[in-house]
């Protein structure tokens, strides 16, 4: 993974310092609540319904164990014990002080993690494929471009007042793990007509109240001009997008507004100035930031002896077998499984993490993952490098711990925001209902029969929860002060994305487990062969499903 | 009058404020957009841009503009700072001004897109705006005041 130079630690440093001055002020009443706003938001703190909420930046998912250390560290010395992975591969902490974040940015940085970014009117943190590196269906490695954006848009001057966030995604697979139609640019690399590799840019995607999947504005770019490239996108956008409507200030408004082409061509207009100046890459920059992510020393391991020893311990142990099958994934190498650790045990909020949980899953990575971790935007953890030899002994520390809880990708590990628990922009709260379905659906032989299905839970507009593009999403409405959730089928995060259409008139929270309920029996008796939720919802449409949830009791 | 930082000191300000309702401008009178636009003497004059006029119309006259000013009426709208920089980048030499409400917590990101004059609203506090030139002393990013990125100095 990428490590800090002199450079990198001056700036996050200088960070902190300025950060603690800034705090300094405010607490002194030389800085209004409204100038101390935009300035603590760019430091990823919020002041929230109970406490402050400070969101840490995880650069595109990946820590390693020294810095899983210090955040458990971290949240039993400032916070209260646990940490939240976030929709944004981000971790948060729900209970800092106000006057001690200056102290918990100068400890993160000490093992190079800080909190520029993550909120506020600015470019956020570059997100990419939890696989990135290790999956079997991979161009190229992604994480390289995501460590260069991330470097260009730390604190870029020109971008920090934007009319609203700016989110970057970068996928490098055929799979889009990533979610790249759902962001302000998508990048994805993709081989040109020569075979050569470049990125395709895709702008103007988005969630929140008016959700849209991004257009296409360029086909193909090479790699070097990557960087003008995006300089010239934000200068459109932070010239022309909307400034007096706050929901209407993203860029997929302005896209629309412009229309694609026209938008294209003030890019491409802009780009002219920047293009072959001094930001485009080099041969050396692309070799520096790709020999941060090379492979680990894999050992040479003979696959089918690998497999053959996993399948015999599968047999034995049915327990065991059924986690491998649910939550361990093909490997690029010989003999390896990238294992997903569950953080969606019934009974615990979607994504959250104790300081134990963090330390175990610290050892577990320096014992069978080369010490790194991945965090993913489904509100996981990823273990990308498991010999299958060793399965079975991380199998079992997991289980202990309550990390193997083998759901991943069925209906109980589902995304959820924090919800009106929590987060004061809220209508409703989330975890409750996360909670209700997964008490109802506990039954594994159910859940299994169901197959994937993506159930994505927000408690407002701004879809935290990503509850458009879920199979199934669920918003939380505010009705004359009273929580109502709004049902929305056929959504997708995948290369064929699409926005879900909403159900009808939203439900009371006691009434969820039931709507569910009764979407999935639907579904279960329309579905043809193995069909998943999504495509029987696409082959017959919202109808089916909205007579059986709406139906009279007479 | 507001006071003014130019190269790094507290200095007098030679311009006289822009009134865009007059008729006729003064001599060294900052002139409005259109004032500008519509003046049959405009070289060696000040022109002042507000967020959403884009600097465009000025282009094709950069050498002939003494000192654009850019007001920040609220300072979360950043417009003006790619307005700064399209400037800079074009070729812009004179004085490029911030005015208005701009925070000092901005001055190093001000700095960096190519203003070199600072006139902040609340005049009390110029020494902390100065101060806030000095937050940082690295940056990732080509901007005017380091046309080079850190990847092409990084040793």
Request: hydrophobic share 35%.
């Given at each position: 993974m990428y490590v800090y130079d002199q450079y990198d630690q001056t700036i996050v440093d200088e960070r902190v310092a300025q950060f603690r001055g800034q705090t300094a002020r405010f607490l002194a009443g030389q800085l209004t609540e409204g100038e101390f706003l935009p300035l603590r938001l760019q430091n990823g703190l919020y002041l929230q319904r109970l406490a402050p909420m400070l969101r840490i930046a995880v650069p595109y998912g990946l820590l390693n164990s020294s810095q899983l250390r210090k955040l458990a560290e971290i949240t039993r010395v400032f916070d209260k014990g646990y940490a939240h992975v976030s929709t944004r591969q981000n971790i948060q902490l729900n209970w800092p002080q106000l006057e001690e974040v200056p102290d918990i940015l100068a400890e993160l940085a000490?093992?190079?993690?800080?909190?520029?970014?993550?909120?506020?009117?600015?470019?956020?943190?570059?997100?990419?494929?939890q696989y990135a590196g290790v999956a079997t269906d991979e161009l190229e490695d992604p994480r390289p471009y995501c460590e260069i954006i991330r470097q260009w848009s730390t604190l870029h001057p020109e971008f920090a007042f934007l009319p609203r966030k700016f989110k970057i995604a970068v996928c490098g697979t055929r799979e889009d793990r990533a979610a790249i139609h759902a962001h302000d640019i998508g990048v994805e690399?993709?081989?040109?007509?020569?075979?050569?590799?470049?990125?395709?840019?895709?702008?103007?995607?988005?969630?929140?109240?008016?959700?849209?999947?991004?257009?296409?504005?360029?086909?193909?770019?090479?790699?070097?001009?990557?960087?003008?490239?995006?300089?010239?996108?934000?200068?459109?956008?932070?010239?022309?997008?909307?400034?007096?409507?706050?929901?209407?200030?993203?860029?997929?408004?302005?896209?629309?507004a412009m229309g694609v082409d026209a938008f294209r061509e003030a890019v491409e207009q802009e780009w002219e100035l920047l293009r072959d100046g001094p930001s485009t890459l080099t041969e050396a920059e692309i070799n520096r930031a790709k020999s941060f992510f090379t492979e680990p020393p894999y050992p040479a391991l003979d696959d089918a002896a690998a497999r053959a020893g996993l399948a015999e311990q599968a047999a034995a142990d049915p327990i065991f077998g059924n986690w491998v099958k649910r939550n361990t994934v093909e490997h690029r190498v010989a003999g390896h499984r990238i294992v997903n650790l569950s953080l969606k045990a019934t009974g615990y909020a979607p994504g959250d993490i104790t300081d134990g949980q963090l330390e175990l899953v610290a050892d577990l990575a320096d014992e069978f993952s080369f010490g790194e971790v991945r965090t993913t935007h489904q509100q996981n953890m990823v273990l990308a490098d498991v010999r299958m030899d060793q399965l079975y002994s991380?199998?079992?520390?997991?289980?202990?711990?309550?990390?193997?809880?083998?759901?991943?990708?069925?209906?109980?590990?589902?995304?959820?925001?924090?919800?009106?628990?929590?987060?004061?922009?809220?209508?409703?709260?989330?975890?409750?209902?996360?909670?209700?379905?997964?008490?109802r659906f506990d039954d594994l032989d159910y859940l299994y029969d169901l197959g994937p299905i993506e159930l994505n839970i927000s408690g407002c507009m701004n879809a935290c929860g990503h509850h458009h593009i879920g199979h199934i999403g669920i918003l939380g409405v505010d009705k004359k002060g009273e929580e109502f959730y709004q049902v929305c089928l056929g959504g997708s995060q995948a290369k064929d994305a699409s926005i879900g259409k909403i159900l009808g008139p939203s439900f009371s929270q006691q009434d969820m487990p039931e709507v569910i309920e009764k979407l999935l029996s639907t579904y279960l008796e329309l579905r043809e062969g193995e069909e998943i939720f999504l495509d029987t919802y696409r082959r017959v449409g919202i109808e089916p499903f909205k007579e059986r949830v709406y139906a009279r009791a007479d | 009058m507001p006071g003014l930082i130019k190269q790094g000191q507290i200095v007098e300000d030679n311009w006289l404020p822009a009134d865009p309702d007059a008729a006729t401008v003064g001599e060294g009178?900052?002139?409005?957009?259109?004032?500008?636009?519509?003046?049959?003497?405009?070289?060696?004059?000040?022109?002042?841009?507000?967020?959403?006029?884009?600097?465009?119309?000025?282009?094709?006259?950069?050498?002939?503009?003494?000192?654009?000013?850019?007001?920040?009426?609220?300072?979360?709208?950043?417009?003006?700072?790619?307005?700064?920089?399209?400037?800079?980048?074009?070729?812009?030499?004179?004085?490029?001004?911030?005015?208005?409400?701009?925070?000092?917590?901005?001055m190093t990101y001000l700095r960096r897109c190519g203003f070199d004059a600072f006139q902040p609203a609340e005049a009390a506090h110029l020494e902390d705006y100065l101060a806030g030139l000095n937050d940082f002393s690295e940056s990732y990013q080509a901007a005017i005041d380091q046309p080079l990125p850190l990847f092409r100095r990084r040793n």
């Open positions: 000490s093992v190079q993690i800080h909190a520029i970014q993550t909120s506020g009117n600015c470019i956020r943190n570059t997100t990419t494929d690399l993709v081989a040109g007509d020569s075979g050569e590799i470049g990125c395709r840019i895709l702008a103007g995607g988005g969630l929140g109240r008016t959700p849209v999947i991004g257009s296409v504005i360029c086909d193909w770019l090479d790699k070097k001009h990557l960087l003008t490239y995006l300089e010239a996108i934000l200068r459109v956008y932070n010239q022309n997008g909307r400034r007096d409507n706050k929901y209407k200030a993203r860029i997929k408004i302005l896209v629309k991380l199998w079992q520390r997991l289980q202990r711990a309550g990390l193997a809880t083998p759901n991943h990708g069925y209906l109980t590990d589902m995304i959820c925001c924090p919800g009106g628990d929590y987060c004061s922009l809220a209508n409703a709260k989330s975890i409750p209902v996360a909670e209700a379905i997964q008490s | 009178q900052i002139l409005s957009l259109d004032q500008w636009l519509n003046s049959e003497q405009p070289s060696g004059r000040a022109v002042m841009l507000e967020p959403g006029q884009a600097p465009n119309p000025l282009f094709d006259h950069l050498e002939r503009i003494s000192m654009i000013a850019i007001n920040f009426p609220v300072f979360t709208d950043g417009r003006g700072f790619s307005y700064a920089r399209e400037l800079r980048e074009r070729g812009f030499n004179g004085e490029l001004r911030a005015c208005g409400h701009f925070i000092r917590d901005q």
